[in-house]
């Protein structure tokens, strides 16, 4: 048993939360899921930045302070837990936290003791939708190639960090897999970006810029100290650095894994400028950085700004948790961006819920309940897979193969290829009823009176195909997967009567 931290990044709360913040959010959630019912001891962390600039022109711009505002759109960032029924032990918020400020203070007294810091006047091109500064050469016809809007030209004289100082180190504890970045092509993106040169980054901004909101550089309080340094000690202060050293110790230094769960358009900020942070405070260094795509819509990113974001609470009011859920596990590419579309989702449900995983559960509780009121007889030999029987012997081999598979495509963080574990199953199990033809051995029992192994053998196979569905589907599905344990009898005694786990569904406009 090992102890497991997962985290996601925390998003802006300037807007209201969309499909892509569920992405994320699932992805974290279903690692939790999955480590715990491997025996880990797990610990999920989630939560909101609020200390952007760019949330303080949103309250502005609704006329109200920015405390109301970070409180009010942070709620429902919150709020996306129970309609994607996920489950996370830890929701930090950077403005209001007791624990942030302090933790914050002292990662910033900690770079200072080790000489990381100076003052320097410069003048850059900063977009304040990535709170960062772009070079010329970054840009894709002037404009931030992630928002599409010019950058607005910033001179200021503020602290700097000395983030060339670690370019060796990083590149050394990245290409060995100390810290581990994946999938593989944002390990070469992220090594290419440190070969080319790491040049100082500004870690603090003017407190007349910042419109007075933000932490305060100690010691230096007209500055305040760069969102994204605040941003990413929420990693730490959450857990208790700064507040809470048992805990601390705990959940971070003493950690067996330290996940970050981050999409691809902040790969910079986790991947070199956070590791540096960590470097010169002496702190341990996350052990993966997982990078995931953007999901898009009709080719373009989701976001408030393009009118194209799908409210996720929405989503599930019209198709249920486990078809969203479902969906962006399932569909959601490893590599590339994937589109989402309404018809895409009931479409992967009606397939791989409703006509794949519950069918083969709905017609095994059935058959059971029809043939044998609802008694199971337990399997003789459960994991031969030499039984003479050509059919039943590949059902065997797929099902007890299918948790190795899984660990496969997980420890890869291939969400797709473990879903895809699943619906094999699914499908194995389908073509072993139609293979099997338990109707026909019954129908033989009652006129022929042939014995009632054949039949019971049959029944026996499918219901532990069911039951290992329900094991397998917990951190995917969790509700959906205890409804499958309960139906198949988990706990022993007769199976209940059936019930439809899934449901299909109709494209119907929103």
């Known amino acids: 048993m090992g102890r497991y931290f997962a985290m996601t990044a925390i998003p802006y709360v300037n807007g209201t939360p969309h499909i892509g913040h569920a992405l994320e959010l ?128 910033v001179e200021e004289n503020n602290w700097f960090f000395r983030l060339s100082r670690y370019q060796e180190q990083l590149s050394e504890l990245i290409s060995s897999d100390q810290l581990r970045i994946e999938p593989a092509s944002r390990k070469r993106e992220v090594l290419a970006f440190i070969e080319s040169g790491l040049e100082d980054f500004s870690v603090s901004r003017s407190m007349q810029r910042a419109r007075g909101w933000g932490i305060p550089v100690p010691d230096d309080p007209d500055q305040v100290i760069y969102v994204w340094y605040d941003a990413l000690a929420n990693y730490i202060t959450a857990p208790g650095y700064g507040t809470d050293p048992d805990t601390f110790a705990y959940w971070w230094t003493d950690a067996d894994e330290l996940v970050h769960v981050i999409g691809k358009g902040i790969i910079r900020f986790h991947a070199v400028y ?25 080719g373009a990113k989701i976001s408030k700004s393009a009118g194209n974001a799908k409210d996720p609470a929405e989503l599930v009011d019209r198709f249920g948790t486990d078809a969203l859920r479902w969906w962006m596990l399932r569909d959601v590419a490893l590599a590339g961006d994937t589109d989402y579309t309404d018809q895409r989702l009931v479409t992967r449900n009606n397939e791989d819920l409703a006509n794949n995983i519950g069918n083969l559960v709905n017609r095994t509780v059935s058959m059971v309940a029809k043939y044998r009121d609802g008694v ?31 660990d496969a495509a997980m420890a890869g963080f291939d969400f797709r290829r473990a879903a895809e574990v699943i619906t094999d199953l699914g499908n194995e199990g389908n073509r072993y009823v139609e293979a099997a033809t338990p109707w026909a051995l019954a129908k033989a029992e009652r006129k022929e009176g042939a014995a009632p192994e054949a039949l019971d053998t049959v029944l026996a196979e499918l219901v532990a195909t069911c039951r290992e569905l329900g094991h397998l589907l917990v951190p995917f599905l969790p509700g959906a997967a205890q409804s499958i344990l309960d139906q198949t009898g988990e706990h022993g005694g007769p199976l209940p009567k059936p019930s439809p786990i899934f449901q299909r569904l109709e494209l119907t406009e929103s």
């Not at 959630?29 to 909101?48: A, M, N």
């Not at 260094?285 to 995931?292: D, N, R, W």
Request: hydrophobic fraction near 30%; glycine fraction near 6%; charged fraction near 30%.
């Open 26 to 153: 699932l992805q974290c959630d279903v690692l939790g899921r999955y480590r715990r019912s491997r025996s880990d001891e797990v610990r999920t962390q989630t939560g909101t930045d609020d200390n952007a600039l760019k949330n303080v022109q949103s309250a502005e711009a609704e006329g109200i302070t920015p405390q109301e505002y970070v409180a009010r759109v942070a709620e429902r960032f919150s709020a996306l837990q129970q309609p994607l029924d996920l489950r996370f032990d830890d929701f930090i918020r950077t403005s209001s936290d007791p624990r942030h400020r302090p933790g914050v203070e002292k990662l910033w007294r900690a770079c200072a003791e080790n000489g990381d810091f100076y003052r320097k006047s410069y003048t850059g091109r900063y977009c304040y939708g990535c709170e960062q500064f772009y070079s010329e050469d970054e840009l894709v016809d002037g404009l931030c190639p992630e928002h599409l809007v010019r950058p607005e030209l």
């Open 274 to 298: 956070w590791p540096a942070m960590l470097l010169s405070a002496g702190v341990r260094l996350p052990t993966t950085i997982f990078v995931h795509e953007y999901l898009t819509a009709d």
């Open 376 to 406: 199971v007889t337990p399997l003789a030999d459960p994991d031969r897979a030499d039984t003479g029987d050509a059919d039943r012997d590949q059902l065997r081999r797929t099902r007890s193969t299918a948790r190795d598979r899984m």
